[in-house]
């Protein structure tokens, strides 16, 4: 749809993504362990709230809208209702008008789209959050959690670690059509690592991976689903990280944008946010992100744009095999060429077309909710050089964001511009 | 916010509200259990948006956008991402965006408000669907998972039955300042069983309740809070019910109208549609509901509106005090006058400002997500004629619904009109 009033993002703020191997995640190894907790959801949604205002020097209660991405905060955290929780953040904040919203992993898209809306419709400041916690318990009952993202009923029995099977379903299925092997994927692993550790708000931060240990399955990199059919087709380090973290920004229109104090960059045009949904449950094609391609589709045409335009992109690397898929969506290559843009050095920090300069949901982490604000205010500190250590040496002046639910049921792209 | 482009419900779909003390509500002692099971949440949503596509004759193609408003399907239906469900409901859905809005029991509201912003940004048609499934847990379980709706951690520990506890404070609080007892409460939850007796898709159709009955506490309406300060301020009678259900509306840009098929009535205005939030976990005073009078505020000046406009209201009776509050906060009459309306016959089907026509949440049902959609689409069924034996004498032209989530921590007022 084509936006008649402007939609530009004129800051954010961010917390580290943290978890396990994290150096400031409290577990029962940590030397605070007992003395100290980690952030709660509610404290993450507050932090980012906060912040946001800050970062674009504004009084909270000029945010004329707001929007609270997260996906299952009922479950890790006992706590729904977010958008009350989002307006507890400060007095200016009471009474206004607050949604959270809820695609799965495409949450925080979700919210970045209903905040376009709110502009085409009015509203001159938003103030979009996502936020996800964790890590409050174990991994096989966070799987579980998760798996309300897929058709539960019929897709909860795949395997404990449901997403991560219906992943290595497509690994297969892309390894069998383009005679590759899962080795193929680990450039990209590697290339996510790599940029995390330039990354200090980073949950993979201090921890390294190189291409030869993404490759091969060993004792630090095991193959873990019980399906035994997929079992061999995903490693740990093929997947993303179970991360607590916020992230929020501030969407303005020209009007917006008069009413703000001192920024820390300049504003970034938002172009255009498309959504395309599947039906849960199935899926056409394993070899084929169609409903990101649907919504590239669009948005490129509302745009006027292609994929050669594009010069950074933020893209749901869930798992490595979805980096490869989605590339290919979004035309950044040709169908079964996704793995050799990560091998060649094109989607590297200073290739041809960076891709998750940060780390993306492999090393910076997924804190589920957060990971779609997080993609866009990565673009936005790409495109005004606030990257520090993992700056490009170029900053860019069209960037995508591409932030995936489900698999490939919800995908919400964002096109970017910094003029 | 001012509408540039008009909006419209064109029509819509309502499955029956069911669950205990329903003639087809499946349990243990019904002739059916073992053959039969009761709806699921998917079958709900693939219903009523099927069923309001038949409604305004188009093919579900021509949908614009989708929203699904839900509390907590992740917990009662182990099923998070509704938006791609529901995109699942027809082959002409693929690719529609949709997105699942949560605000507690003002889900349904907020899901009205996103589709109003979609016309806003250039959206025809718009499909909302609101729906909840409760009836897969027992009372203290699902009362736990509704918990998620208040300031979990602070709140839960107030009684198992968290919310009831809460409202039980409102009346006490009432009750204590303006000198009433609660059997002032008795002719809201009279008016709302006789309303639904005459209502085949409520909850309570066959289940009477008289003034005398609900004003005092018996076998058959107890007071059943385990808090002893509370304890004397509620009885089940008090109370909404735990309900399945769904409903559906489709809302229309002028240009959508035009692609409309064979409707079932004429198109009735959103006027306004107006949300505020309040800070979770914090109650300024429990004698008012200050962010539902915030909304409401905002609606009236948006349309030029007062409360002596409104010839029909749907007001949230999530219990019987809420809808006393609520009349106040919505300007139906003073400060401590909210039991007087129903006593007087005021609110009564055919009264001077009938409110709550169809039996409301207390009888009519309250299946979380499907009512504020439930509410949109009674006002619209009175005002076309459609209401049976419910319909009101003289069909109104001007209409309202206040849908308000947790402790009123989020509401959104929506305004009507016929013309």
Same mark, same amino acid.
Request: proline fraction near 4%.
């Given at each position: 749809?084509?936006?008649?009033?402007?939609?530009?993002?004129?800051?954010?703020?961010?917390?580290? !993504?943290?978890?396990?191997?994290?150096?400031?995640?409290?577990? @029962?190894?940590?030397?605070?362990?007992?003395?100290?907790?980690?952030?709660?959801?509610?404290?993450?949604?507050?932090?980012?709230?906060?912040?946001?205002? &800050?970062?674009?020097?504004?009084?909270?209660?000029?945010?004329?809208?707001? *929007?609270?991405?997260? $996906?299952?905060?009922?479950?890790?955290?006992?706590?729904?209702?977010?958008?009350?929780?989002?307006?507890?953040?400060?007095? =200016?904040?009471?009474?206004?008008?607050?949604?959270?919203?809820?695609?799965? #992993?495409?949450?925080?898209?979700?919210?970045?789209?209903?905040?376009?809306?709110?502009?085409?419709? /009015?509203?001159?400041?938003?103030?979009?959050?996502?936020?996800?916690?964790?890590?409050?318990?174990?991994? @096989?009952?966070?799987?579980?959690?998760?798996?309300?993202?897929?058709?539960?009923?019929?897709?909860?029995?795949?395997?404990?670690?449901?997403?991560?099977?219906?992943?290595?379903?497509?690994?297969?299925? *892309?390894?069998?059509? !383009?005679?590759?092997?899962?080795?193929?994927?680990?450039?990209?692993?590697?290339?996510?690592?790599?940029?995390?550790?330039?990354?200090?708000?980073?949950?993979?931060?201090?921890?390294?991976?190189?291409?030869?240990?993404?490759?091969?399955?060993?004792?630090?990199?095991?193959? $873990?689903?019980?399906?035994?059919?997929?079992?061999?087709?995903?490693?740990?380090?093929?997947?993303?990280?179970?991360?607590?973290?916020?992230?929020?920004?501030?969407? #303005?229109?020209?009007? /917006? %944008?008069?009413?703000?104090?001192?920024?820390?960059?300049?504003?970034?045009?938002?172009?255009? #946010?498309?959504?395309?949904?599947?039906?849960?449950?199935?899926?056409?094609?394993?070899? @084929?992100?169609?409903?990101?391609?649907?919504?590239?589709? @669009?948005?490129?045409?509302?745009?006027?744009?292609?994929?050669?335009?594009?010069?950074?992109?933020?893209?749901?690397?869930?798992?490595?095999?979805?980096?490869?898929?989605?590339?290919?969506?979004?035309?950044? #290559?040709?169908?079964?060429?996704?793995?050799?843009?990560?091998?060649?050095?094109?989607?590297?920090?200073?290739?041809?077309?960076?891709?998750?300069? =940060?780390?993306?949901?492999?090393?910076?982490?997924?804190?589920?909710?957060?990971?779609?604000?997080?993609?866009?205010?990565?673009?936005?500190? &790409?495109?005004?050089?606030?990257?520090?250590?993992? &700056?490009?040496?170029?900053?860019?002046?069209?960037?995508?964001?591409?932030?995936?639910?489900?698999?490939?049921?919800?995908?919400?792209?964002? %096109?970017?511009?910094?003029?």
């Amino acid at each position: 749809m084509n936006l008649s009033r402007r939609v530009t993002i004129a800051g954010g703020a961010i917390t580290p !993504f943290i978890g396990k191997f994290h150096p400031d995640f409290i577990w @029962k190894k940590h030397p605070d362990f007992g003395t100290r907790e980690n952030p709660t959801l509610e404290q993450y949604i507050h932090e980012v709230a906060l912040g946001a205002c &800050q970062n674009v020097g504004i009084d909270p209660a000029l945010v004329d809208r707001g *929007y609270v991405g997260n $996906f299952v905060g009922e479950l890790f955290s006992n706590q729904g209702h977010l958008g009350s929780m989002a307006a507890a953040a400060h007095e =200016g904040l009471n009474y206004t008008p607050f949604t959270r919203v809820e695609g799965a #992993c495409a949450s925080g898209g979700l919210g970045i789209a209903a905040g376009v809306d709110a502009i085409q419709a /009015g509203a001159d400041i938003v103030l979009v959050i996502g936020a996800e916690v964790q890590t409050t318990r174990n991994a @096989k009952e966070g799987a579980d959690f998760l798996a309300r993202a897929s058709h539960y009923e019929t897709a909860r029995g795949l395997d404990p670690f449901t997403f991560p099977a219906m992943f290595a379903r497509r690994t297969k299925a *892309y390894c069998d059509k !383009f005679g590759v092997t899962p080795e193929a994927l680990a450039p990209i692993v590697a290339k996510a690592y790599d940029n995390a550790n330039r990354n200090p708000n980073a949950h993979m931060r201090e921890v390294q991976m190189s291409a030869e240990q993404a490759g091969s399955a060993s004792d630090k990199n095991p193959c $873990f689903l019980e399906n035994e059919e997929l079992n061999p087709w995903l490693r740990v380090g093929d997947c993303s990280q179970v991360s607590d973290g916020g992230c929020a920004i501030i969407l #303005c229109s020209d009007k /917006g %944008l008069e009413k703000l104090g001192e920024c820390q960059g300049d504003p970034v045009d938002i172009v255009a #946010c498309e959504v395309a949904c599947g039906p849960l449950g199935q899926v056409a094609d394993l070899t @084929k992100m169609d409903v990101t391609a649907a919504a590239a589709s @669009k948005a490129y045409a509302q745009a006027g744009w292609n994929a050669t335009d594009i010069e950074v992109a933020e893209v749901h690397d869930c798992f490595s095999i979805t980096e490869a898929l989605i590339c290919e969506a979004l035309g950044f #290559c040709g169908d079964g060429e996704g793995t050799q843009l990560a091998a060649e050095g094109a989607t590297s920090l200073n290739g041809r077309i960076p891709v998750n300069t =940060g780390g993306g949901l492999m090393a910076f982490g997924h804190p589920v909710g957060a990971t779609g604000i997080k993609q866009a205010f990565e673009i936005f500190r &790409q495109m005004n050089g606030l990257c520090g250590d993992y &700056q490009m040496e170029s900053s860019p002046a069209r960037g995508l964001c591409a932030n995936m639910g489900g698999d490939d049921r919800t995908s919400v792209v964002t %096109l970017l511009q910094k003029n």
